[in-house]
């Protein structure tokens, strides 16, 4: 009996291929999975013009927005390539650490912030359920253009929180030769 | 197997070497399913093993030679034979004398350094009595007075940031007299605002202030403003986000300084 | 065993291998789902539920002696003269504070709602319209005058929530007091 003879070839590569392509395999996982980062990645909420956006522990309203070559608030005057953006926030289910204090514009790649130089909507203590309406003015350089991304946030730190996120075409916006930044206050009347 | 009187490296594989013949044959019996022992070493004696296929001793002579052969390597020249290739590989990239510290630029004040994080241009050096809007209150009486630098600063990096008189790129800006001490106060120089965000891309007047001993500076003399530049990291493990760190001095601007007294 | 039975071997071999596994097979598809579920569930109710807990509830209408002092019963109103927008209301909680031994440190730290959302309101809100009380107070002040004190503070709520709870960090380890509301 000669059972134990030499088995055929294909026997005996086959676990070598087996092992080969379940290395080729694991390079194709290893391709596909997402980095670490990515598990705190912001989930983002996207706002249309004067309807509501809801994240975690804020809703944004954007109702508007402008470019002006000049701004003012009270006293204070100040020239430029500007962009005064209308909303109106709340907060949803708590109101501690709710105050809008991340407003970014990103413009081709580079990240623009709110405007500290006046008193706008930024930083502005968030009430539950009932909105709070401002400006906020993003100072940009002269040859801005293409579209921005206005992402609203109640944190800077935004690792897997909610950002609202409200898309702005710099070309086609209206341009005003002078605009107020207005502070924030109650969006209804009392 | 290895000449005599030499040596050989003590290899615990060799020992086993006669088994494993034997232990192979065993193993692909077990794998057909017929539930031979499993130990490495079991020999199971049945009739077709007396017929022992001439596979394993060839699988020995194969490892044997190797072993041998790598037998011969002289691990004791290792050592050498390293160093000789390091020497060699320095010897190609230039040798292994320091690199020549490189001269930093001079600069007159209105001339612009640019980085990339931020372009600055020194324009002015200004003695005051005192400078609150500034943030900068000197104490006459302590014999203090205000000197003020004013300085275009544009943001060349990605995001904006807030130039605080602590850190960030206040700090990228020393005055050689004071060494280098961070300044009292930044302010922007339009509105007066204190510690200002500096946009993108989007030019701003600073006004930088140090409170100094009222004799240190007179008017007319040179001062020298260092402005380093920094490395941009960005933190992997223990820290997120990006930072600038690692300061190297990159340009030496001589400014004269106006003194102004009581106001300009 | 011979070769031939050696090729016979395989088909009824695998038949065998199930008859064999079959216990543990069967325990491993009840356990694992119920493991699965069991963690599911802890960490569903772990998150839920509050990180804060307080150091005592106290009911509605009622009072709590601690500290060297007898705070409550808590009353919750509606501010009024508040000029706010439609939809939105001004309530005033006030906790009369009997002072039984000397001045107490004590703080409003939010007003709870305790069903459905379960929302949290901060202080400090501003309300015009309405100013606090001549001789109210907004935390126990350190020099007292008198025995009797009255902290009062004004929330800014939704019409449409509650019932709430008034949370109140009292003492000089800031424990937690939570005064039901009706």
């Known amino acids: 009996m000669t059972a134990a003879r030499r088995p055929p070839l294909l026997r005996r590569i086959a676990p070598w291929a087996l092992g080969l392509a379940c290395v080729v395999a694991a390079w194709f996982v290893a391709l596909a999975t997402p980095a670490d ?38 006293g204070w005057r100040a020239e430029g390539t500007w962009v005064v953006v209308d909303v109106a926030a709340e907060a949803v289910s708590s109101e501690r650490g709710a105050s809008l204090t991340s407003a970014q514009l990103i413009v081709d790649g580079r990240t623009y912030r709110a405007t500290e130089r006046a008193e706008t909507m930024l930083d502005e203590r968030l009430s539950i359920g009932i909105a709070r309406r401002g400006s906020l003015g993003f100072e940009l350089p002269a040859d801005a253009a293409g579209t921005a991304v206005l992402q609203l946030a109640l944190n800077p730190d935004t690792r897997a929180d909610s950002v609202i996120e409200y898309r702005i075409d710099l070309d086609a916006l209206p341009v005003a030769a002078e605009r107020e930044l207005v502070d924030a206050q109650w969006a209804e009347a009392p | 197997m290895s000449p005599p009187g030499r040596r050989r490296p003590r290899r615990s594989g060799s020992r086993r070497a006669p088994a494993r013949p034997v232990a192979a044959a065993a193993a692909r019996h077990s794998w057909r399913g017929v539930g031979a022992p499993r130990h490495p070493y079991a020999v199971v004696v049945t009739a077709p093993d007396l017929d022992s296929p001439p596979a394993p001793p060839a699988r020995a002579t194969r490892f044997a030679r190797l072993r041998a052969a790598t037998d011969r390597v002289p691990t004791r020249w290792f050592a050498g034979i390293g160093t000789a290739v390091f020497l060699a590989a320095t010897a190609a990239f230039g040798g292994l004398e320091a690199v020549a510290v490189a001269e930093v630029p001079r600069l007159a004040a209105g ?14 050096a200004v003695l005051l009595d005192t400078f609150p809007e500034a943030g900068a209150t000197a104490d006459p009486a302590q014999g203090e007075r205000v000197l003020a630098l004013l300085v275009d600063a544009e943001n060349r990096w990605d995001r904006a940031e807030m130039v605080q008189a602590g850190g960030g790129v206040a700090s990228t800006i020393g005055v050689e007299a004071l060494k280098s001490t961070p300044p009292t106060s930044v302010a922007r120089y339009d509105d007066a605002s204190r510690d200002p965000w500096l946009q993108p891309l989007v030019p701003v007047a600073l006004v930088l202030t140090w409170i100094v001993p009222g004799d240190l500076f007179t008017d007319g003399e040179e001062i020298e403003v260092v402005l380093s530049d920094q490395t941009l990291w960005s933190g992997s493990f223990v820290v997120d986000g990006d930072y600038w760190s690692d300061p190297r001095p990159a340009a030496v601007v001589t400014v004269p300084i106006e003194d102004r007294g009581d106001g300009s | 065993m011979s070769s031939r039975e050696v090729l016979a071997a395989p088909a009824s071999g695998r038949g065998r291998w199930w008859r064999r596994n079959g216990a543990a097979l069967l325990a491993l598809a009840l356990l694992l789902p119920a493991s699965v579920g069991v963690i599911g569930v802890q960490e569903w109710r772990t998150n839920n539920t509050e990180a804060v807990v307080p150091a005592d509830t106290i009911p509605a209408g009622e009072s709590i002696r601690t500290e060297g002092a007898l705070l409550g019963p808590v009353a919750v109103s509606d501010a009024p003269g508040a000029e706010l927008p439609p939809g939105a209301r001004a309530v005033v909680a006030t906790v009369p504070v009997a002072l039984e031994s000397g001045p107490i440190t004590c703080g409003v730290s939010a007003l709870r709602e305790t069903d459905g959302e379960r929302r949290r309101w901060n202080t400090g809100a501003s309300v015009t319209g309405w100013s606090a009380p001549r001789d109210s107070w907004t935390t126990c002040p350190s020099e007292p005058d008198g025995s009797d004190v009255v902290v009062s503070v004004v929330f800014v709520v939704p019409t449409g929530a509650g019932p709430f709870a008034l949370d109140l960090l009292v003492g000089p380890e800031s424990r937690l007091l939570r005064f039901e509301l009706d």
Do not use: I, Y
């Open chain 1, 37 to 74: 980062t990515v598990a705190w990645e912001p989930f983002p909420v996207e706002a249309r013009t004067g309807e509501p956006a809801a994240g975690r522990n804020l809703t944004v309203t954007v109702h508007d927005a402008v470019r002006a070559t000049s701004v003012f608030s009270g």
């Open chain 2, 111 to 124: 001339e612009q350094h640019v980085n990339d994080r931020v372009a600055l241009t020194v324009q002015r």
